[in-house]
């Protein structure tokens, strides 16, 4: 009798570690970064995830993307900028850097421009990061003459 006591409650008890195991959600797996996609939007927009971008999103493949910088304090506002950052996946106190001076040149001339990134996987895309500080797109002036002379 207590044997069969014994058995019933091992199975028992082996049922319901079982049927835990069964309803318990798998542990997330994050994807590896292969790229990473920078959008410049307009000012009015306030939010990268509801407004469009003006002009298609540039991707940057990891290979492109230099992370282990030092932080920096980006200026309030800035003119033809010619990289981004954002804060090192694996560091947030160090910055990931790329070159985006042709993206830029490729804009029209305005102002206040705002960027936001997003980390693209192999299948899946993170959502867009909070808007940069804003940027101008200007023309820039011709070159200073050399050597000015009068006869």
Known sequence: MRIRMLAIALRLITMLVLLFLSVTPAAAQVEPTVSYSLGIFASTVTDPNVGP???????????????????????????????????????????????????????????AYRAASRANGATVTSAWSTLSNPFDRALTPPPVPVNTRVR
């Open 53 to 111: 971008p003006v002009a298609a999103p540039v991707v940057y493949p990891v290979a492109q993307v230099t992370c282990g910088q030092p932080k920096i304090v980006p200026p309030v506002t800035i003119s033809n900028p010619t990289e981004a950052r954002f804060d090192d996946p694996s560091n947030a106190t160090l910055d990931c850097r790329f070159t985006i001076a042709p993206q830029v040149t490729a804009l029209p001339i305005g102002t």
